[in-house]
């Protein structure tokens, strides 16, 4: 460009030097061209053609042989310089230009991405023929001073920059950003120094072609010994070609590699002597880094760090500034200032934010009527008495709220004194402490609800007490306890309490309560009303509460798992707004309410299984009793010296008393076992008809001997159900023998059988003692009894009827039990899925007994000297030749020295017991001994352990002999 102001470039002494050069040249001419430290160039005419340079020059091209070239190889961007040259040729005048660029790119043996600055005078020279020839061209260069002002101009361009900002990663991040611009390189990393000096953390990145580094923690040591000596000394780290650098290993250059760094500048800070922070300068091809660009890296990295301190100095103070704030506005809601006789002389925006008051109400002791009543006269005499004395004042009162309401505030007020010791004046402060005045009260009342609920025993008396409680805390006119049955669809009132209205009770469908009603507390959602009078609601749901007198209502309802179980209804005669504090302890209360009625029911419940365990342990007893005492009368008879053998009539009786022994402890044992899940049916396809036929069979004894008369209906077709045959027979055994025993003598027992559709049904039925209505269900229960069977002596163990129950469910049917009251009867309905055809090789057939039984040798093994010896004396008798071991030891001798067909060996010994002789046996090699357990456990578990202790067999006591005997003679067949 065309410069007005005074030339940087002499014309005259070059038209000196240049008129010599025209006569012809000379070595000192050439020496003064040569040598001089200007830019100097000869450009022929027209075609610019440079015809001599000089070193210079050609320094500034970049060391390129440039005679013989074009002005445009010299300055491949240099357009604007030709048209000047164009110009001074054609004017024949002198131009002179500013701040031209060089390319020194081509020969430079480490390229630099900036091009070099010049100022250049051209000046045409005229030939004898007035004719332009020759262009002479010369220039200085300005590089250093051109990047001086741009640097100068790029910080002061920073600075305002990074004034603006006030947080240490945007200052980090833009600086780097700016940097990288001005550099023109490929990314600008800003680094934190941990106290280790090895570990550091980027705070700022501009420009990285990779993920994110921001947060990121490197180490130094990764970068090669080089870089931490640099760092540590405080030196700038620069690197021109990371490739040929030697002071980089493999790993070094790999983590560089992955940056995507192929040169690099790190400029360290350092604060009193620790290294505390770097600015990296990241370049993807290799650059000779000059000393200016050096310079700048360390200057913006110092003025970076020094505005990050600043942020953070600032940050910090705010941040005290902002805790200080949020302090007292935390520990206070109003401040107030009085004068030294605690009159108010100042404006409180809080006070009146809080109150109300205007400033004219706030002023003088106004301030006054913004107290509670109650608590006005208090403060009326003690305030004056604590700002006569002097003496700081303490104390809680409730305030008007601006809102309309009352909260309770802490006041705490502190005289301010003159140096003489004269009160200056008065600084006060309130906070609200509502929610703890609240708390307080909310805790006291639950405290008292506890007391009063926890001596309580019946439900409904618990949800009275919790109303009534209710209903005085709240003030509230009615306080209802809803139960909801199990589908969600209708509540039923637990408990009531409104001493001035018409009392609920009953069942209510959730419907009638209103469609937003019922999907509130459905949903778990409070559903509270206000006024009825306003509320968008039906006119049936605005008749139901005019009914009961209700104008506001606030219903809380209580979900367990899931499904919702309760509400709780506080009611009021006139419109009220329902304040969260109630809202809360409403929760409470119907949670706690809830709680108390289920530890309620639970106690009654385990004082009603108490009751139970007592009666049956108190009958079981009884029951025992029963059958052994005519045994221990019988034994005692034959046990008369020269008595005559017993007659058939004592063998029976005695027989009798024990087959009703084992049917108690059976029906214990089938009881514990459908508890434990351990039945299993044997099903087949069994005809009703056969099993009726073998239950009266089994029930005939207790029948007869109350002369009763019993009338079989049954119809003529077979009825097919599929099931175990012995346990339907145990069924129908239980409800005629149970239809004997609760019948006086003479009485009318009737057994039908018919279908209905699909399924079969038994009637049992009797005209005896009855069952009251409230036992019909409970009569299932395990050991239930009704009063008038104790009294009567015939109850039982009550465990058959529950047997009843739980075996028909085992077939997929169901037991009912009918009366029409004490005195009146009983029916029961058994009710079974019917099989509409059999196969007739399904049906089940009595077992033909057996007949040709083998005899042998048997060795009978139990510590009961009594047992082993009396199941010999029966073996013997049926013709089997046996012998008695009491212990494992001696059963062993037995078999080792004698040839023994068959061992029957008690489980329960001492020492060593029946697993464990077992075991011994067959370990021995006697594998041909039948080992036959006999043992009073008799469940899966205890057959299961016997089978892998080695045992054929396992009988479970007592046995009767004739099974006993067939069992044992099987058992040494299938040998």
Known sequence: MESNTRDRVNPAGTLSVLSVSTA?????????????????????????????????????CGHRELVGRTWRDAFPRGADIEARLRRAISHRSVQHLRGQRTDALQDAPVASSHDRFVDLMLQPLIDAHD????????GLDVTDAHRGERQD???????????????????????????????????VLQVEVDADQDRFTVIGESGLAHASLMNRQLRMGDFGPGAVRAMHAGAPWVIDDVSLDPGLDAHAKALLGDLGARSLVWVPMARTRRWVAALAVLHDEPRAWNGSEIELVEAVSGRSLESIERARLERAAHDNEDRYRALL???ANIFWTAGPDGFVTEDSPSWRAFTGQTQAQWLGMGWLDALHPEDRHVMETTWPKAASAGKPIETEYRLRHVDGGWRWTSVRAVPIAHADGSIRQWVGMHTDITGRKLAERRDAFLVRLDDATRPLTEPDGIARTVLRLLCEELGAD??????????????????????NLCPLQGIYPLEEYGADFARAVRAGDMYLLEDVSTAQISESERRRFDAIQIVAELMVPLHKAGALKATLGIFQGRPRVWQPEEIQLCNLVVQRCWDSLERARIEREVRQADRRKDEFIATLSHELRNPLAPIRNGLSLLQQDGAPVAPPRLHAMMQRQVDHLVRMVDDLLDVSRINRGMIELQSTEVSLQAALRNAIETARPGIDAARHELDVRMPDETVWVRGDAMRLTQVFANLLNNAAKYTADHGRLRVTLRTD????????????????????????ETFAQTPEGRLRGRGGLGIGLSLVRRLVALHGGHASAHSDGPGCGSRFEVRLPRLIAAHPSARTTAAAPSTGVRRGRVLVVDDNRDAADSICEVLRMDGWECVVAYDGRSALAWIEDTTVDLALLDLGMPEMDGYQLARRIRQSGHDRVVLVALTGWGQAQDRALSQQAGFDRHLVKPVDPDTLSRVLGEALGAR
């Open 24 to 60: 012809g040249p000379g070595p000192d001419l050439d020496a003064l061209f040569d040598g001089a430290s200007t830019l100097l160039a000869l450009l022929d005419v027209p075609d610019l053609r440079i015809t001599r340079v000089n070193a210079s020059f050609r320094a500034a």
């Open 329 to 331: 506005r935390g520990f």
């Open 478 to 499: 009615r306080a209802t306890y809803f139960e909801i049955d199990a589908d969600g669809h209708a509540g039923n009132v637990l408990a009531d309490h409104a001493p």
């Open 153 to 187: 101009l790029f910080l002061r361009a920073l600075e305002g920059d990074l004034r603006e900002l006030r947080s240490a990663d945007a200052i980090a991040t833009g600086a780097a950003t700016r940097l990288r611009t001005f550099l023109g390189v490929q990314g």
């Open 757 to 780: 559709d699909a399924q079969a049904v038994i009637d049992v039925e009797d005209n005896g003692i009855g069952i009251p209505s409230t036992m019909l269900i409970e009569i299932f």
């Open 131 to 138: 004719r332009v020839t020759t262009v002479f061209v010369q």
